[in-house]
Each structure stands twice: as C-alpha cells, then as structure tokens.
C-alpha cells in the first residue's frame, strides 16, 4: 500500500487582545464629543449604597436653582424612588433600571440624552448604581468621576476599591455632621485617599448643616468656569 504523507497544516495563531470594553468606550467617546459639543459638565457619581449620594444630589440642585441649569440620569437596579426625589426639585430627570447589572453603560447613558435638552443645560448629573467596584470601569462619557464616601463606612474604602479613587478628580466625604459620634479617624481616611490618588481633592461635607455643602458647590462652580473658558 503507497504511503501517503500527510501535509503539515500551517498554525494559525488567534491573538485575543482586543479589550473587553471597546464597544463601552467607542460609545462613550461618541456620548463626549457630543457632550462637550454641547458645552455641558457631565459629572459620573460613583459610591456605595447608603453614601447619602441621592440627598446630597437633591441639596444640590436645591441650592443650583436660578443658577444653573441641571438634569440627572439615575442609575437604580429597581424602582424610581431616588428619581421622585430628584424630579420634585423640579430638575429634568430620566431613570435607568439596570435589573441584575450593577452599573451602567455607554449605551444606556446614549439613550437617556436622547430625552434631554442638551443645549439647555449648563451640568447633567450621572447618579450611578450604589457599588464602588462596577461603576467605576465603565466611560461613560463624563467630563469627571467623582466618587463619594460617607465617614459611617470607615476610613479605607479608597485602598480596599482603588480604582474608583483613582480615576476620580474629587473624593467627597459625606455625613460630616455624624464625625463627633463616631471612632472615625479624618487623617487617616486623607492619607489613604492620597496614597492611591496624591492629586485627588478630598470635600468635607454635610447635607443637614447650613453650609454643609459649600465646598462642593464651589468646586462644581470652579470646573463649570474652567469649562466654559476652554
């Protein structure tokens, strides 16, 4: 019988390096361009649950009123509670469920600007799911992230989730009326934060004090003047 040598087939080599978040971020790069476009300071509110996110939100668009022009997505996995509170400011707002994700998307947030008067708006606030880690991966097309804290979840949230504390300009420190009832140590919870992000500005904050959010309303006022001046 006539042997027959068989051919050596060629290896075929399949290189796997195209991020995972590609889609994400072409999407949120389109959300930007059309963002900055329209002049808009488009902030990404990254924090735990129970941070006090939602009523810092709402005395901010309080104290914004006849100042500056707002709108909020609000990112929940259920229900709208947390946009009734932000639509009884009076303050354009559009919910996003996100049932079983525990975070939002590009392509959610596309959607939501569809239902917003860009050229009206001077900041759009993105209030996203309650969770530290998620949230944080995802463009969104922001201008900035900024992550919040409250001082009832101690000191070193920013070295147990870094990345969030990271990629965020501002770190705000929420319920800072609460300090004197509480083993909370406010250097400590500093030096963490500067060990994983040393520019990072780090806001001291109350929403139940006269005042208490003063220091970020002047930075938000900071920034949309930068904005503008571009």
């Excluded at 590609?22 to 300071?41: F, P, Y």
């Excluded at 939602?54 to 947390?82: F, H, P």
């Excluded at 590009?106 to 050229?119: D, G, I, K, S, Y």
């Excluded at 300009?169 to 963490?192: G, H, I, N, Q």
């Amino acid at each position: 019988m006539e042997h027959i040598e068989k051919k050596q087939q060629p290896v075929r080599t399949i290189i796997l390096d195209t991020p995972i978040l590609d889609e994400n971020n072409r999407v949120a790069a389109e959300n930007r361009t059309l963002l900055q476009a329209s002049g808009v300071l488009v902030l990404n509110l990254i924090s735990s649950p129970g941070s006090g996110k939602t009523t810092l939100l709402v005395e901010t668009l309080q104290a914004l009123q006849g100042e500056l022009c707002c709108a909020v997505i609000e990112g929940d996995q259920q229900t709208d509670r947390d946009a009734r509170r932000i639509a009884a400011t009076g303050v354009p707002v559009v919910q996003i469920n996100t049932r079983q994700s525990c975070h939002l998307d590009a392509f959610q947030v596309q959607r939501a600007l569809q239902e917003l008067q860009l050229q009206e708006l001077d900041v759009l606030f993105i209030e996203n799911v309650g969770n530290l880690v998620c949230p944080a991966e995802f463009d969104l097309g922001e201008a900035e992230k900024v992550v919040l804290m409250s001082i009832t979840e101690g000191e070193d949230k920013s070295v147990k989730y870094p990345l969030a504390f990271h990629l965020a300009s501002v770190f705000v420190l929420t319920k800072m009326d609460l300090l004197p009832y509480l083993r909370f140590d406010l250097e400590t919870c500093k030096a963490f934060a500067h060990q994983v992000n040393p520019d990072q500005d780090i806001l001291q904050t109350s929403s139940f004090r006269p005042d208490g959010i003063e220091p970020w309303l002047n930075w938000l006022r900071v920034k949309l003047t930068n904005l503008k001046n571009e």
